[in-house]
């Protein structure tokens, strides 16, 4: 998997350069700070001399806390006396744009094999996926011949805690809203999600292209792995960013329990195949036929039709010609 995505310009990253305090990757964030906002970089560090990338990474931390790992990719933060700082940067709707497109190629992929996010015990995820230094993704991978996803799913429900009832530490990689976005159980033919690690309470969702109406996925005929799409269609660079630019979203509901008490229940929603596949469709072939074209959103009960027809429209207000 890794030699895969490096073949399509992923960064692969080394667990010793990252920090598990605050869960960050510095290289990366340094790199694009110098690529995209030289001068924000370089007032940190006339004002903070050797310490810039600890108050960087200081303030980006308290921000992560304070509003999620969405809201601060999208939105960016700010440090006093320096200003507002951009973390990544959307796909230009105009192509015409220069400024933006060089600001998007900036983006840097990184996947660390084996990352270790505990400081002191040796406990490692198979891989974790970032975006310009800030983990959006982990993945535990199993072989078929020897275990299945459900043992990857069990794997994250006993032992990827956010809290970690041992050492009393919070861990901020696997805490929801706070670390990483979307959790990847995947083996040789099968791949499920969670975006809420919640030990025995955590829900994993199919993330498969179904087989001929069926769960799963088809076995493919290049003698690929049935779960290659996921490298080479999801993490495909333009895909993998547009999907947390545009896809990953909070939803706020009011919920009621049995005893009568109302609360507000948030759950973060991370497209599932089916529903990133209609979208993509509907919009190529909206790009391709102009307006006026009529589609059905064929998905089954309970299976996130509204999402799917929200982020359609989304799209297609943004969609345009090369020529503006």
Not at 115 to 126: F, M, N, Q, S, V
Not at 206 to 218: C, E, I, K, S, W
Not at 310 to 315: I, L, P, R
Request: proline share 4%; glycine share 6%.
């Amino acid at each position: 998997v890794v030699s895969k995505l490096k073949a399509q310009g992923w960064q692969v990253g080394d667990t010793l350069n990252y920090d598990t305090e605050r869960a960050l990757y510095p290289d990366d964030l340094i790199a694009w700070l110098e690529a995209t906002q030289p001068e924000k970089w370089a007032k940190l560090q006339k004002d903070n001399g050797e310490r810039a990338l600890e108050v960087l990474m200081d303030r980006l931390d308290k921000a992560l806390e304070q509003h999620g790992t969405m809201h601060v990719i999208r939105n960016g933060f700010s440090i006093a006396g320096c200003g507002h700082i951009d973390l990544t940067e959307a796909a230009p709707e105009d192509k015409r744009n220069d400024t933006v497109l060089k600001r998007y190629a900036a983006n840097i992929l990184r996947v660390v094999p084996q990352l270790e996010y505990h400081p002191t015990r040796k406990l490692a995820i198979d891989l974790v996926l970032f975006i310009n230094g800030i983990p959006v993704a982990t993945v535990e991978l199993k072989t078929d011949f020897t275990q299945s996803a459900e043992a990857a799913m069990e794997q994250y429900k006993a032992d990827r805690l956010p809290y970690d009832p041992k050492t009393k530490r919070r861990e901020p990689l696997l805490t929801f809203k706070r670390g990483a976005v979307v959790h990847f159980a995947m083996s040789d033919s099968d791949i499920q999600m969670a975006t809420k690690l919640d030990g025995e309470n955590t829900v994993f969702l199919p993330f498969n292209q179904g087989n001929d109406g069926h769960a799963g996925n088809p076995v493919r005929k290049d003698k690929e792995y049935p779960v290659a799409y996921f490298w080479e269609a999801i993490c495909q660079r333009d895909a993998w960013l547009r999907i947390f630019h545009s896809f990953v979203y909070v939803e706020k509901k009011d919920v009621v329990d049995l005893k009568g008490n109302w609360s507000k229940r948030e759950t973060l929603i991370f497209p599932r195949y089916h529903q990133w596949a209609a979208v993509n469709g509907m919009i190529s072939d909206a790009r391709a036929n102009g307006p006026g074209m009529q589609y059905l959103a064929d998905h089954s009960a309970g299976s996130g039709k509204t999402s799917t027809i929200s982020w359609t429209a989304h799209d297609l207000v943004k969609l345009r010609r090369d020529n503006g």
